[in-house]
């Protein structure tokens, strides 16, 4: 059986409010748990994908993750 992305997840029994701060500036937290999350990319796509409204996901907030969508919009 493969294991999913989510189970190797370095923030795997975390406390989820960590990875949904009310400001961007407070997420600085949850970014360095993921900053050595060896699945981050995969989290990351799988919100990009998704379009995950808040929260952190691959170390990325909301905002930083539309700049990537936009970038990929514009060179697609």
């Given amino acids: ?5 989510r189970q190797l997840a370095r923030c795997r029994g975390s406390d989820a409010e960590l990875f949904y ?3 961007d500036d407070d997420a600085d ?3 360095e748990i993921c900053t050595l999350c060896p ?10 994908v998704a379009r995950e409204k808040i929260g952190v ?6 905002r ?3 700049r990537i969508l936009r ?5 697609a």
């Fill in 29 to 31: 937290e949850a970014k």
């Fill in 64 to 66: 930083e993750r539309r």
């Fill in 21 to 23: 701060p009310a400001e």
């Fill in 39 to 48: 699945v981050r990319q995969a989290c990351l796509e799988h919100a990009l």
């Fill in 57 to 62: 996901w691959g170390g990325l907030t909301e």
């Fill in 1 to 5: 059986m493969t294991m999913s992305w």
């Fill in 71 to 75: 970038r990929r919009r514009r060179s």
